[in-house]
């Protein structure tokens, strides 16, 4: 690790934060005074907003990444054509090293106080959260030295993320108590095995460019203890005296037909078919009205998404329709009644409450099934996961179904039936790779929450499988997914000589590091 660099970093925090929250940043952390305010209080609002953050949650994960990913579609965006919003980005950019700079800060005035371990160790593992989802949005990005302005690798940032994570959670002491946080209360070891769960994850990220190391840290992760039940799976509370918070984000589900957001074809084909379950009308709110939707589908796609009669927009002669939209339509396409959102399946009650979002649902910071489907990955490759891939990848197909509270996992997965590309849930049959069975279970077990993980594959293995119409972004080879957005344009204006080092690969069809 570059840990002398690191001071530097703490240089540029007077750039980001007020002196008023570290007035005491240079008084000798081995004998802190009486009255010096514990690191808990300052870090708090770090965890939620790095989660919640309803400005950013709107733009970016969800006109982002959910939109790449195919988690859903609203046709009247730009991302919808794979554009970067110049503005959206800043925004990220802005937090995101507010953020970092906090957690860096306050890093270096605990690191040697050993009354603080476990809160360092938190401030680690959080402080790796939040970075490599912003390399993974922009790629190479000013990391040991911001102060500089100069842009790191994505190889140096990763591999100096996952030594961090292995750091944070060894010297994390179950003995010694930490402050009460909105996420695990203060319990350290939930917090070491979600440090170790996120350590696999980046190892997996990067296992296609470097075996040798991804082995490594994700069969140590492993054996030190990953998340494995629902009572470790880290969540994020609405706070509902909050906007955009306290009524599930109702622009994130319930929005009207010209920029709505509804079921991808992507989702649909993936769903249709697969597991040979009946379409539960029971899910819909309108059931009687149901006039178009598959015999078979996925029980889970019924909970998250209703039919088009759900939305009092819907034009004449489409209710009823539980179908999808494709991706790439021309802009006429977009403009047809058969392609509108509203006349489409829709984002279900389930997700957005009876009133247009009040259900108050918790966010899923990592599904305890995403960690199960790394762990089948990574016993493909023959690491030694400490399970078998098959038992694996069922779990995690069990710990979705139990996620949604649903009956029949075990039918489920022994069902050969096919989705619309012929890959079945049965793990001993030919129907489908391995590879194609974990990952589009995967994609499917982490809806809603988890698109940054369902685009992060799409990139890394170009799965599971998507339908592709036309290209809208020239940088974008055809049939291909988008890889990253762009830089905020201000960095050629404020950093200019550290972006012109980056310019030539500042566009949408940079492959990152990980996903060569």
């Not at 106080?113 to 476990?118: G, I, M, P, T």
């Not at 994505?154 to 930490?178: F, G, Q, R, T, W």
Request: aromatic content about 12%; some cysteine.
């Amino acid at each position: 690790m570059k840990s002398m660099k690191y001071i530097l970093l703490a240089l540029s925090i007077l750039s980001i934060v007020s002196c008023d929250d570290f007035e005491d940043i240079n008084k000798d952390p081995n004998n802190p005074p009486a009255n010096m305010v514990p690191p808990g209080l300052k870090v708090g609002a770090i965890l939620q907003e790095a989660t919640l953050h309803a400005h950013l949650h709107q733009r970016v994960h969800n006109l982002y990444v959910d939109m790449f990913s195919q988690y859903y579609t609203g046709t009247g965006f730009g991302t919808y054509e794979y554009q970067s919003v110049d503005g959206w980005s800043q925004d990220f950019w802005n937090d995101h090293y507010r953020w970092f700079g906090n957690l860096t800060s306050l890093m270096l005035e605990y690191q040697d106080n050993d009354k603080f371990v476990n809160d360092v160790g938190l401030i680690k593992i959080w402080r790796a959260f939040i970075m490599h989802r912003a390399v993974d949005l922009f790629g190479d990005l000013p990391y040991f030295d911001v102060l500089s302005g100069e842009y790191d690798s994505e190889e140096e940032i990763y591999l100096d993320m996952l030594a961090s994570l292995k750091e944070a959670v060894e010297n994390m002491d179950e003995e010694k108590s930490m402050f009460n946080d909105i996420i695990y209360q203060g319990d350290v070891v939930k917090w070491k095995k979600f440090g170790n769960s996120l350590r696999l994850r980046l190892a997996m990220r990067v296992s296609g460019v470097d075996a040798t190391t991804a082995k490594m840290h994700a069969q140590e992760a492993v054996a030190s203890g990953v998340l494995e039940d629902f009572s470790d799976m880290p969540t994020m509370p609405a706070n509902q005296s909050t906007w955009g918070e306290g009524y599930s984000m109702t622009y994130y589900f319930w929005w009207g037909a010209g920029n709505g957001v509804g079921l991808t074809e992507t989702l649909y084909n993936l769903g249709t078919g697969i597991g040979g379950m009946e379409f539960l009308k029971d899910h819909m709110e309108n059931p009687d009205d149901l006039v178009e939707f598959p015999e078979f589908v996925d029980p889970r796609l019924t909970l998250c998404f209703g039919s088009s009669s759900s939305n009092g927009e819907v034009e004449a002669g489409y209710s009823g329709r539980w179908t999808g939209i494709p991706l790439g339509l021309s802009s006429d396409e977009r403009q047809e009644s058969e392609y509108k959102v509203a006349n489409n399946a829709r984002i279900n009650v389930t997700l957005r409450g009876k009133n247009g979002g009040d259900n108050g649902r918790y966010r899923t910071i990592m599904p305890i099934a995403e960690v199960w489907f790394l762990r089948a990955e990574g016993a493909l490759n023959g690491w030694n996961m400490g399970v078998d891939t098959k038992d694996a990848y069922e779990n995690g197909v069990r710990a979705s179904f139990e996620y949604w509270k649903l009956d029949g996992a075990d039918a489920y997965l022994t069902s050969s039936a096919v989705n619309t590309h012929g890959t079945s849930a049965n793990w001993s049959d030919a129907n489908g790779s391995s590879l194609e069975k974990i990952i589009t279970q995967k994609y499917i077990g982490g809806y809603p929450d988890n698109s940054w993980e369902a685009w992060a594959d799409l990139r890394r293995l170009e799965l599971p499988k998507m339908n592709f119409g036309l290209q809208f972004n020239s940088n974008v080879p055809a049939g291909k997914i988008i890889q990253r957005v762009k830089y905020p344009s201000v960095q050629a204006q404020i950093n200019s000589e550290n972006y012109e080092k980056v310019r030539d690969k500042d566009h949408e069809g940079t492959k990152h590091w990980w996903a060569k």
